[in-house]
């Protein structure tokens, strides 16, 4: 009897033991391949797009305004007539100038044909040497009023020509600031109208003095392309070149002004426009590119998760360059044909097992 009760212990007690726990799964991941393509190495900085030429136009005449040729806020063609000025005051200034001058031409004549007629006289001493001296006097002094007065002449016809303005250049007016009737002032205080160049159209920006050797270094060997945009992605880009760096640095915040010119044939860069700027410095051909999310960042440093063969990763650490977008270039610790863990870091250690879920492509409409 007690023999069964022991057994029956035993029993009892084997069944209580614990089971041991169910092997945990491996974790899961997405993976990525490693991306290798040539990638801009650039500076970014904010920048402003500024008027290739920025004109006022002003009256260089006091008169009443007869004509305005212009829509404002449209594009206007260099030559284009756009303002005219009463010029009726100025053709009477014309013809009393072109009257001095013809009067001042006959006296001159008379006095010539005079001192001609009397030059033969005065060396037979029957005109004295001082009424003849007189006489050349009088050709010099008329032959100089008739200048002065070719002079005034010339005055009076580019003050009529004032009272027609054109367009200096391709551009795009601005707001009408006067009308019919309206009274201009001479000596430029009164603005008609504003003009702004924009094809070509310059972007203003600056960038560190650290940047200034390698800036003039590539500029001594070629051209630097510059490209803005209205957003950071840069997913829509104008492509330029620099044109202009200014002759000194800004002691107070150690930047220097940079100018580039673009083309802007579309239209579509307007002055004082706020947009991102990129200084193309070179092309880093054959870069190794991963998504950003796929790189570790420690104490120790930078480091990814790469797959060896079918179900296990390597941790390795990595020297990272620029961001191109959502994208990072590895400049050391890959190779093209790595595979490396886009999500499910957190659960990993080097040498873990995986279970990949998804391997994650990319088009070239994401660089």
């Not at 009256?59 to 260099?78: A, I, R």
């Not at 002759?247 to 010119?261: F, L, R």
């Amino acid at each position: 009897m007690k023999m069964v009760k022991y057994a029956l212990l035993l029993t009892l007690l084997a069944s209580c033991a614990k089971k041991p726990p169910a092997e945990r799964p491996p974790p899961s991941v997405i993976i990525t391949p490693v991306v290798q393509r040539d990638v801009p190495i650039f500076i970014e900085a904010p920048g402003h797009i500024e008027a290739y030429n920025n004109v006022e136009l002003r009256s260089q005449v006091t008169g009443v305004v007869t004509g305005v040729y212009y829509d404002q806020g449209t594009e206007v063609d260099e030559g284009q007539l756009l303002v005219t000025i009463d010029k009726r005051p100025f053709e009477a200034s014309v013809k009393e100038a072109e009257a001095d001058v013809a009067r001042s031409m006959a006296s001159l004549k008379y006095a010539q044909d005079t001192t001609r007629r009397n030059t033969p006289l005065v060396q037979e001493d029957y005109v004295s040497q001082d009424a003849y001296d007189n006489l050349v006097t009088n050709v010099l002094v008329d032959d100089a009023t008739v200048k002065a007065n070719l002079a005034q002449l010339d005055i009076a016809k580019v003050n009529l020509d004032y009272c027609t303005i054109d367009a200096p250049m391709d551009s795009i007016a601005g707001e009408r600031l006067v009308d019919v009737g309206n009274l201009v002032l001479e000596d430029g205080q009164s603005t008609l109208v504003v003009l702004n160049q924009i094809k070509p159209i310059y972007c203003s920006f600056s960038v560190s003095e650290r940047y200034f050797s390698k800036i003039q270094s590539k500029l001594r060997h070629g051209t630097l392309e510059t490209h803005v945009s209205y957003t950071n992605d840069f997913k829509e880009i104008w492509k330029g070149e620099v044109e202009f760096i200014d002759n000194a640095v800004d002691e107070t915040t150690g930047m220097i002004k940079i100018k580039s010119t673009f083309p802007n044939m579309d239209k579509a860069l307007w002055p004082g426009i706020f947009v991102y700027t990129r200084l193309i410095l070179e092309i880093d051909k054959g870069a190794l590119l991963v998504p950003t999310g796929a790189v570790v960042t420690t104490q120790k440093g930078k480091h990814l998760f790469v797959m060896r063969g079918r179900d296990s990763v390597e941790q390795v650490d990595v020297e990272v360059g620029q961001i191109e977008n959502d994208f990072i270039i590895i400049k050391k610790g890959l190779k093209p044909d790595e595979k490396v863990v886009l999500s499910g870091q957190l659960n990993l250690a080097d040498g873990s097992k995986v279970t990949v879920t998804k391997e994650q492509t990319f088009s070239d409409e994401s660089f």
